[in-house]
Structure formats: C-alpha cells, structure tokens
C-alpha cells in the first residue's frame, strides 16, 4: 500500500486521462470553426467584391456613407463633413454642412441603382468601395463638387479635383469649414 502525503494528491489517471481529452476536443473545435466561419462575419466587408443595389433599397447616411440594403458601404478615398457640423457659407453665415454634403450625396443618387466595387474595409469594419449611380462616379464628383475633401494617401487621383472645387470655391471651398477628421476630435 503507498502512502500520501498531505499536500500532494495522489495523480489519477483517469483525471490525467480526461484533462488531454478535453483540450484536444477543445483544439479540434477552434481549429474546425476557424475554417467554417465565413470571412465576413459581424458585418465586416470582405476585401474585394461588387455590389449593386436598386434604387429602393438605398439610404444616404452622410456625405461619404451610403447604405445598400442591409450592409453599409463608407465612399473610398473621401472625407465628407459629419451631419451637424457647422461651417460658414460666402457670407459667413452658419450652416450644417454635414446635412448640405449628403444633400449633395442625394442629388447624385437621385433615385438610381447604386454599383460599388469594395476595396477594403475601414476601422470599424465598413466596407470602402468605390460607386457609380447611373455613370456618375460618386467618390470623384463629391470631391469635383467641394462636398467632400480627398484623401490623399487612400486615393491619390482626387487630389487634383479638390484643387480645382477649392480654386472655383465650389461647396465647402465658398466658405469656412474644419476639416471633418479635426471636428470629430
């Protein structure tokens, strides 16, 4: 007959026996929901992919965010002002530009199917893509019109279209604004 000690149990096999079954079940399972889960779970976009969607499932978020039937799609390269920020007008009257770019945003829209190629997804899992609505390149002309700044490092062919909407002060370019990433700090 062994003794035991008092503070040292003695080992079980059975116990040693159940621990590495449980693990290795628990291995198996993550390894097999890594493979089976699909890439674009909890709504994040997938890197490459088009997507269309008619005219009655389109909803303007803001000058630069549009949703197409249930998934959300932020517009590539482009920084629109937040609805409720205030900028000043030629005669340095307050408005919300924020609501006057997705105004605009609208007005390009104007009741069309929406085609958009997503090219990646931003910080919080949006898709960014580029869209057309009937033609009309919605990224450049929000730029082209002054509503929205380009960025430069994501998209580097609008930057000349910004130069030209703020030498004819077109949109935002006609009076004061803070750019929209220093207003949202």
């Given at each position: ?76 390269g ?32 104007q ?17 960014l893509?580029?869209?057309?609505a ?11 019109n002054?509503?929205?700044?380009a960025?430069?490092d ?32």
């Open positions: 007959m062994r003794q035991r000690r008092i503070f040292k149990p003695a080992r079980s096999e059975s116990r040693l026996g159940r621990a590495a079954l449980v693990g290795i079940a628990a291995l198996a399972g993550a390894v097999l929901a890594g493979i089976g889960l699909p890439s674009d779970l909890m709504g994040s976009a997938p890197r490459n992919a088009d997507w269309h969607s008619p005219a009655s499932e389109i909803r303007i978020l803001d000058g630069d965010t549009l949703r197409l039937g249930e998934r959300t799609l932020r517009l590539h482009i920084a629109a002002p937040e609805r409720g920020q205030s900028c000043t007008d030629a005669s340095g009257r307050l408005y919300d530009c924020g609501t006057a770019a997705a105004a605009e945003l609208a007005r390009l829209v009741e069309r199917a929406v085609e958009c190629r997503v090219q990646g997804r931003d910080r919080f899992g949006r898709a893509g580029l869209c057309q009937g033609g009309a390149e919605l990224n450049a002309s929000m730029v082209a002054g509503w929205a700044l960025d430069a994501s998209l580097p062919a609008l930057v000349p279209l910004e130069a030209e909407a703020r030498a004819a002060q077109r949109g935002l370019w006609a009076g004061g604004f803070e750019p929209p990433a220093h207003w949202r700090r």
